[in-house]
């Protein structure tokens, strides 16, 4: 399967900041995705982007499809303690695909 | 509520024992998926499926059988030839196909053999 390269792979960061990710293919997608998994839980979609260039927002967070189709990035600011899980993206090769491809994960952990 | 069911959430096994993990959905979905999740790797494809009675193969399924007898259940089956079985197995569902790219999951079920 193709793979997604997605950094960095666990942050600790202090309430209030803000946080950045980001992911890399070496494929092009015509969908990138960002989810949230908690302990014990299945991912949840954050975010959902469509078309290159365009920059979503969902409340706190924002995302961005990179130019190249190859890249996407996920920014979180005032962080919560709520905020705690694995954030992954995902990359969906083209119209019809039958899978989606998960990067790595970044592992996100908020000190109060 | 509709959703996505697994069981059983924990499962311990002896080595050379087959498992079915079960999975149901109330979402009215037509296509169903099982992931495999490992520790620091993203999700694996393991075995999907969009209509009853049909299914195919993911990018890891080898060792992995499944079923899709009713649309609202996609069993799957962990053999004895699974090298490594040992993993946090999800089960997604979607509408149709994966057109948006949002796959709703379940809480998902640990394997751990022994």
């Known amino acids: 399967g193709q793979q997604l390269n997605q950094s960095p792979q666990s942050m600790f960061i202090q309430e209030g900041e803000d946080v950045s990710m980001n992911c890399t293919s070496s494929s092009i997608f015509n969908t990138w995705l960002w989810y949230k998994q908690e302990p014990g839980e299945g991912p949840v979609l954050l975010i959902a982007?469509?078309?290159?260039?365009e920059l979503t927002s969902n409340g706190r967070l924002t995302a961005q499809f990179g130019i190249t189709r190859k890249d996407s990035f996920l920014n979180i600011s005032a962080s919560i303690p709520s905020d705690v899980g694995i954030y992954f993206c995902?990359?969906?090769?083209?119209?019809?695909?039958?899978?989606?491809?998960f990067g790595t994960g970044t592992r996100l952990t908020v000190i109060p | 509520d509709g959703g996505i069911t697994q069981s059983p959430k924990y499962l311990f096994r002896k080595e050379g024992q087959n498992v079915t993990l079960s999975c149901e959905q109330n979402l009215n979905h037509d296509a169903m998926y099982w992931y495999r999740q490992d520790p620091g790797q993203g999700l694996r494809l393991i075995y999907y499926s969009q209509i009853v009675n049909d299914f195919q193969k993911g990018d890891i399924a080898e060792g992995y059988s499944v079923s899709r007898e009713k649309k609202e259940s996609f069993p799957l089956t962990v053999t004895s030839a699974q090298k490594n079985p040992t993993a946090f197995y999800l089960c997604?569902?979607?509408?149709?196909?994966?057109?948006?790219?949002?796959?709703?999951f379940g809480e998902g079920s640990r394997l751990t053999v022994l």
């Open positions: 995902a990359g969906l090769p083209l119209s019809g695909a039958n899978n989606l491809f």
């Open positions: 997604a569902s979607t509408p149709g196909d994966l057109g948006t790219g949002e796959l709703f």
């Open positions: 982007l469509y078309k290159a260039g």
